[in-house]
C-alpha cells in the first residue's frame, strides 16, 4: 500500500468505529450465485446474510442502504492460493497480511487461503509463524501447509493440524534442493492425506528436468529472465501433473493441481476427470490474461516482474486455459500472489535461476477474470461466481458459510459495474508490490463495494480497514471431494486379490493338490 492509501485507510478507521454493527441494505441489484441470478435485495446484519428477497425494508434504525441498481451483488471472491511474507529464494514476498489484505478488499476478495511453510521441515512451528504474520490481517485467512519432507513426525503433525482447521496440504515436485519432494515421500503424504481426509495439492513440474534444463540454458549464455521461460517447458508441467494424478489415483485419495499454466497440464487434469478421478484444476489469473513475450521484454524490471514458476506461457496455452475454464475441464481460478519488489526480484539481474518467483494478482484477479471471461462472452456471470469463490468454498468445506448469497452465510458480499471500464495500474493498486504486470490493462467491470463479514470495506474508491481485524477462518476435513470416497475400494489398480475372477495364491496358502 502507497502511503497516501495508508493515510486514507487510517484516516477511514475513525469512520469506521460502530460500523460492523450497523445493519446495510443492498437495494435493486441482480444477486448472483453460482447456481442462478435474480432480483433481490440484502439485509446484512450481524456480520451475516440476514434475508435475501424483493423490496426488503430496513428494519433498524441507522441501516446504511446502498444501491445497486444495474448492478450485480455477488459473493466475495476466495482467492485458493496466495503467499504473503513468505521466505522464499532468500527473500520474503513484500505483501504482508496488511497490504495483502487492503490489495484483496479492494479488489472484491474476501477471503484467501495462504501457503503456510514449515519451519525447518516443521510444519507445527509453520502454523505458528503463519499465526503470528496473519496477526495483523483485515479479512477472513485459511491455511494450507505445504510439506517439504517425510517422517513419522511430519504425519503426526499433519493430524494435529487438521484438528487446528488445516485440510489441505501442497508438495513441491520442483524447487530441487529446497522444497521438492520426490515420488516416494509424496507417495506417503498422498496416502495420509487419505486417512485424514484433506486435499493434496501439488506443484506440478519435473524439479530434476527443470535444474537440468536451467543449468543448460545458463550455460548456453542466456541469463535474462526469457531463460526462465526456456529452461522449465509446459512438457515439465505436464509430465508431473500425469505423475501426480497417477499417484493419487494408486493410493485412492483426490487430487488438487495448484497453478495450471500450461495446455499440457490442463488436459491431463481434464483426462482424469474423464475417468472418473477426483481430480481439481486450479489456474491462476496471470495464466489467462499474460504470455511469455513479457519476459523478453528488454527492461529487465519489467520482464522479471513476470518470472514465476510454472511459468507463464505462450497465448496458445492463455487460450487453452481459457476454454479449459470455459468448458468446465478446469475449476477455478486463484493468483499464486507471491510479490517481490523490483529490488528483491534485481537478485537475479545475471541470473535468471534466482530471481524471485512470483507474480501479483490478488487485487487484480476478479477483473481479469471477469474481462477475460465474462466480458468475452466465453463464461456466464454464475460461472464467474463459481470459477472465483464458489468452487474454492466447496472444496475446501466452507460453503454454504462462504461463496454463496443467502439467509445465514457469511456477508461477504460485492457490488459490481459490469458496464465501468478501468486501467490496472502499480500508482493506483493497493499492494506494496512496485510493479504490477497487469500495468495498463484495461479492465472492464468494476468491484465498487466490497462487504466483509457484514463491514463496508472498500466503497467509493476508499479503503476502511481496521489492523487486527482479520479471523482465521477453519477447514475442516472430509469436504465434497472425499464424499462416497470412502465406498470406493483402495488400489483399485493394484488388486492383487482377484485375477480374471480366480482368487491368486497367498505366502501362508495349503499347496495346491496334484
Ligand atoms: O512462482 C511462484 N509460483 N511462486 C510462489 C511459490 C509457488 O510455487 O507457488
Ligand atoms: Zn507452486
Ligand atoms: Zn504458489
Ligand atoms: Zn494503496
Not at 502454523?127 to 496473519?134: I, Y
Not at 517422517?151 to 529446497?178: E, I, P, Q, R, W
Not at 481426509?197 to 540454458?217: I, K, L, M, T, Y
Amino acid at each position: 500500500m502507497r502511503a497516501q492509501h495508508l493515510a486514507a485507510a487510517l484516516a477511514l478507521v475513525l469512520l469506521a468505529c460502530g460500523a460492523a454493527g450497523e445493519d446495510i441494505l443492498i437495494k435493486g441489484g441482480t444477486v448472483v450465485n453460482a447456481d442462478r441470478q435474480f432480483q433481490a435485495d440484502v439485509l446484512i446484519r450481524g456480520g451475516l446474510i440476514a434475508r435475501v428477497g424483493p423490496n426488503l425494508q430496513a428494519e433498524r434504525q441507522g441501516t446504511r442502504t446502498l444501491s445497486a441498481a444495474g448492478r450485480l451483488v455477488m459473493p466475495g471472491g476466495i482467492d485458493p492460493h496466495t503467499h504473503l511474507s513468505m521466505p522464499f529464494m532468500g527473500q520474503v514476498t513484500c505483501d504482508d497480511f496488511f497490504s495483502g489484505h487492503a490489495a484483496a478488499l479492494a479488489g472484491g476478495t474476501t477471503m484467501h487461503v495462504d501457503f503456510a511453510l514449515p519451519v525447518d521441515h516443521d510444519l507445527l512451528a509453520g502454523w505458528d509463524a503463519w499465526q503470528r504474520k496473519a496477526a495483523d490481517g483485515v479479512m477472513d485467512y485459511g491455511f494450507h501447509m505445504a510439506v517439504t519432507s517425510w517422517s513419522d513426525k511430519v504425519a503426526a503433525d499433519m493430524g494435529t493440524l487438521t484438528k487446528m482447521g488445516v485440510n489441505s496440504f501442497k508438495f513441491f515436485m520442483a524447487y530441487k534442493g529446497a522444497l521438492m519432494v520426490n515420488d516416494e515421500q509424496l507417495l506417503q503424504a498422498l496416502r495420509r492425506c487419505k486417512e485424514l481426509g484433506a486435499v493434496p495439492q501439488v506443484h506440478a513440474e519435473n524439479g530434476d528436468a527443470v535444474a537440468e534444463g536451467q543449468a543448460r540454458v545458463f550455460a548456453a549464455g542466456i541469463t535474462g529472465p526469457e531463460g526462465h521461460a526456456l529452461s522449465r517447458p509446459a512438457a515439465l508441467e505436464g509430465e508431473a501433473t500425469a505423475r501426480a494424478i497417477r499417484l493419487a489415483q494408486f493410493v485412492g485419495a483426490p487430487l488438487y493441481v495448484v497453478h495450471v499454466m500450461s495446455r499440457d497440464a490442463a488436459e491431463e487434469v481434464a483426462r482424469a476427470r474423464q475417468r472418473g478421478q477426483r481430480v481439481v484444476g486450479e489456474t491462476v489469473a496471470s495464466a489467462i490474461a499474460c504470455d511469455e513475450s513479457s519476459m523478453w521484454d528488454a527492461d529487465f524490471t519489467r520482464a522479471a516482474a513476470f518470472v514465476m514458476s510454472p511459468p507463464i506461457r505462450s497465448k496458445e496455452h492463455q487460450a487453452a486455459l481459457q476454454g479449459a475454464l470455459a468448458g468446465g475441464l478446469l475449476q477455478l481460478v486463484g493468483t499464486d500472489h507471491a510479490v517481490f519488489n523490483s529490488s528483491q526480484k534485481a537478485a537475479g539481474r545475471h541470473d535468471f535461476r534466482i530471481i524471485p518467483n512470483g507474480v501479483n494478482g490478488l487485487e487484480e484477479r476478479l477483473h481479469v477474470v471477469w474481462t477475460e471471461l465474462v466480458a468475452s462472452g466465453k463464461l456466464a456471470p454464475t460461472d464467474f461466481v463459481r470459477v472465483t469463490s464458489t468452487a474454492a468454498a466447496h472444496i475446501f468445506n466452507v460453503y454454504p458459510r462462504k461463496g454463496l448469497i443467502a439467509k445465514g452465510s457469511d456477508a461477504d458480499v460485492i457490488i459490481f459495474d459490469p458496464a465501468l471500464e478501468h486501467t490496472l495500474r502499480a500508482a493506483a493498486h493497493h499492494s506494496a508490490l512496485d510493479t504490477n504486470i497487469y500495468e495498463g490493462y484495461k479492465a472492464r467491470g468494476k468491484v465498487l463495494t466490497t462487504i466483509s463479514r457484514g463491514r463496508l470495506v472498500w466503497h467509493e474508491g476508499r479503503l476502511n480497514i481496521t489492523r487486527g481485524s482479520g479471523r482465521f477462518v477453519p477447514t475442516p476435513t472430509h469436504g465434497p471431494l472425499y464424499a462416497g470416497l470412502d465406498a470406493v475400494p483402495e488400489h483399485s489398480l493394484f488388486d492383487v486379490a482377484r485375477y480374471g475372477g480366480v482368487p491368486v495364491r497367498r505366502a501362508g496358502d495349503a499347496p495346491a493338490s496334484g
